[in-house]
């Protein structure tokens, strides 16, 4: 069976990362600790990064979701890594205008991740695929507040 | 099995969604609406639009008398003793928030416990919560049994001199779980507890006798029993609404109003304040009729005859879980399942990507999300238009999105 609307939106890319993903676990050396959910569908994500001297030195994640969330959370976090936190704020932003279905800010190498573009045909599922991103976020403008 | 041209009052049904015929497996959410309901909320537009209880003109007293029929219909529907027993309300959740602020704040003190299920929905948890916070009560959860049912014996076992209110669902929006609420009645009243029922899923599918059941308190919607959104009713026994102050204030509501102090209308009125919900109420009415005329009784046995032989053709998909009774004889029209190795969410995606809508998420039941110990399931409710056609595009789905996700 084939459904051409579903291999959009479920490319390899992101059944790769949902069926093994990347970065998935605590880190021990984390000095940034933040959870999410979405409260409507009960996904949650745990955060953790190392940030020292404005650098995302590591990321890790744990969490509870669908294939879109988990891969995306996988993908965040493989971008992150060694960014500094400006970029990663930036990145961030421009993943959301992504989601929208917006133009893409095009400074920004997101790679892989541009396969999570079909999801902004699933209204239903923006949310899902931003939230680990919402996390990332949250988690560096608190730390540098 | 009910007669499959009943698809044909529901133009809704008859559209392609993602270029498959649609499936529609969500009426626990919402029901879809039959051109009955919708010519009579068309007409009164058309022709007798106006406030109730207030002018004297001609289309006035039309408004009127319409939406006190719309009451009377209720009060049969629930085989009430007296319409001054029934209050329209935006629906199930205002209902019993309208319960837990009035009675509740009335009649609970420090101390006092309030029994709930772990089964429950969202809107008749966090009205006791709040309660409860408010005045110091006991919030207490009865366990389930392990098939998703509730036992007599736990109902027994929690009760206490301090219990002053037991509030569970008639059936389980994810289990399909029918509860033995005249049982559990019988048991809160030994303990001078009051009981109030939770009959959201229950009213669209089960005659229902309040005077039967002596239940203190009932609420429903009006959305998932084919009518229109925004309406609902709540029962409550004469004498106790009688002694009870309203919880929202204003117009339509009151006798007579001084600068400093006011008096209320009587029942029912003193709870409905403001411009009422007339057209939701007249459309709810018309909705009760339908499926009255069509009868409760045919559509639970419809419904049993459905779920039976969805969850027959289910076991043939492989790594499929299934919440609740196994019995299909002992739930309503709903089925809540897990497909190991797809998220719900995923799976739900691609139903619809098939033309089948169905639920996914904790279905505003997280207690009981724990309690099944997974973070969110999927849900097929089915209700009087669906056809075994529906439950056999359901499984070709499943299999579907087990070859995609394997
Ligand atoms: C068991 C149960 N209780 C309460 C509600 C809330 O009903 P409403 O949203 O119409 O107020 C629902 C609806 O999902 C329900 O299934």
Redesign the interface.
């Given at each position: 069976?084939k459904?051409e609307?579903?291999d959009q939106?479920?490319r390899s890319v992101i059944?790769d990362h949902y069926k093994t993903p990347r970065n998935k676990g605590v880190l021990d050396e984390g000095n940034v600790t933040i959870d999410m959910n979405n409260p409507?569908?009960?996904?949650?994500i745990h955060l953790t990064l190392q940030v020292e001297d404005d650098i995302v030195k590591d990321a890790k994640f744990e969490g509870?979701?669908?294939?879109?969330s988990m891969a995306s959370a996988s993908m965040m976090t493989q971008l992150v890594k060694g960014k500094n936190t400006e970029d990663a704020l930036h990145a961030a932003h421009a993943f959301s205008d992504m989601m929208l279905g917006k133009d893409v800010d095009d400074t920004v190498d997101f790679g892989d991740i541009e396969a999570l573009t079909g999801v902004a045909k699933?209204p239903?599922?923006i949310k899902?695929a931003t939230l680990p991103w919402k996390a990332m976020e949250k988690g560096i403008a608190h730390d540098s507040e | 099995m009910l007669n499959p041209d009943i698809r044909n009052d529901f133009p809704i049904l008859d559209q392609e969604v993602?270029g498959f015929p649609l499936v529609y497996l969500d009426s626990a959410a919402t029901s879809q609406k039959p051109r009955q309901v919708i010519e009579v909320l068309e007409h009164y537009y058309n022709y007798d639009n106006a406030n109730v209880h207030r002018g004297v003109h001609t289309l006035g007293n039309r408004a009127t008398e319409d939406y006190e029929g719309a009451r009377e219909t209720v009060r049969k529907f629930l085989n009430a003793s007296s319409d001054k027993e029934i209050i329209f309300t935006r629906g199930t959740t205002t209902a019993l928030n309208l319960v837990a602020d009035s009675y509740g704040r009335a009649n609970i003190s420090e101390g006092d416990e309030i029994i709930i299920t772990y089964m429950e929905h969202h809107s008749n948890i966090i009205p006791w919560q709040q309660l409860a916070k408010a005045t110091g009560a006991v919030l207490k959860y009865i366990n389930l049994e392990e098939d998703g049912t509730v036992s007599l014996e736990k109902v027994s076992d929690a009760m206490t001199d301090r219990t002053k209110i037991v509030s569970i669902m008639y059936v389980s929006n994810v289990l399909g779980t029918v509860n033995p609420i005249k049982e559990i009645t019988e048991i809160a009243h030994a303990h001078d507890a009051i009981m109030v029922v939770d009959a959201a899923q229950a009213a669209p599918h089960i005659a229902l006798d309040v005077q039967d059941l002596d239940c203190d308190f009932l609420a429903f919607s009006g959305h998932k029993l084919c009518g229109p959104t925004g309406i609902g009713a709540l029962y409550g026994k004469k004498a106790l609404l009688e002694a009870m102050e309203p919880t929202e204030f204003g117009g339509e509501m009151i006798d007579f109003v001084g600068l400093y102090d006011s008096t209320w209308k009587e029942l029912p009125w003193k709870f409905e304040g403001g411009t009422p919900i007339i057209a939701g109420a007249i459309g709810m009415a018309a909705a009760i009729d339908y499926i009255q005329a069509i009868g409760l009784d045919a559509i639970e046995q419809h419904e049993h005859e459905l779920v039976a032989y969805a969850m027959e053709q289910m076991k043939s998909v492989e790594g499929l879980e299934i919440y609740g009774p196994r019995d299909a004889g002992k739930r309503a029209g709903i089925i809540t399942f897990n497909l190991e190795g797809v998220?719900?969410?995923?799976l739900a995606?691609?139903l619809d990507?098939?033309g089948i809508a169905v639920r996914?998420?904790?279905h505003c039941c997280?207690p009981l999300?724990k309690w099944l110990d997974v973070?969110?399931t999927a849900r097929a409710s089915f209700y009087l238009y669906n056809t075994k056609e529906d439950a056999d595009r359901l499984v070709e789905g499943l299999?579907?999105a087990k070859?995609?996700?394997q």
């Open positions: 069976m459904n609307k579903l939106l479920y059944m409507t569908c009960g996904d949650v509870e979701g669908c294939s879109i699933f239903a599922r899902c | 993602n998220h719900p969410h995923d995606t691609v990507m098939n996914a998420g904790h997280q999300m973070s969110a299999r579907m070859e995609y996700f």
